[in-house]
């Protein structure tokens, strides 16, 4: 039986953002996010511990950095995770409100995550 390692409960995303390590730069949709990290699903996973900068289509732009912490294939592509870090404190205010605001849409639709 896999161990669940997650700190923060999960919520059921459809963001965008842009992921970068300085060579090259996705756009994907974030499928879920908690405080401490979002799981995306790409075509072709960055190696894990690669850091990234990510911008994140919220209510106003968040910038910071992440960590690849893990990658499974998926389909025909994979799903990666990735850990926030280096949030300034307005980012983490704003990617709170954005989270927020996707617990609250699915409690009103009466589905539970």
């Not at 459809?14 to 090259?24: C, I, N």
Request: charged content about 30%; proline content about 1%.
């Amino acid at each position: 039986m896999r161990r669940e390692r997650r700190k923060y409960a999960r919520v059921n995303t459809v963001l965008y953002a842009t992921f970068s390590d300085g060579t090259r730069k996705i756009r994907e949709v974030i499928r879920n996010a908690s405080a401490g990290g979002m799981m995306i699903e790409t075509e072709e996973p960055w190696k894990i511990g690669t850091i990234l900068d990510l911008i994140i289509d919220a209510r106003s732009s968040i910038k910071g950095q992440g960590k690849v912490v893990w990658t499974a294939k998926y389909g025909e592509g994979y799903r990666m995770g990735i850990e926030l870090k280096n949030l300034s404190l307005d980012a983490a205010t704003v990617w709170a409100d954005a989270l927020m605001s996707f617990t609250d849409l699915w409690t009103k639709a009466g589905t539970d995550n």
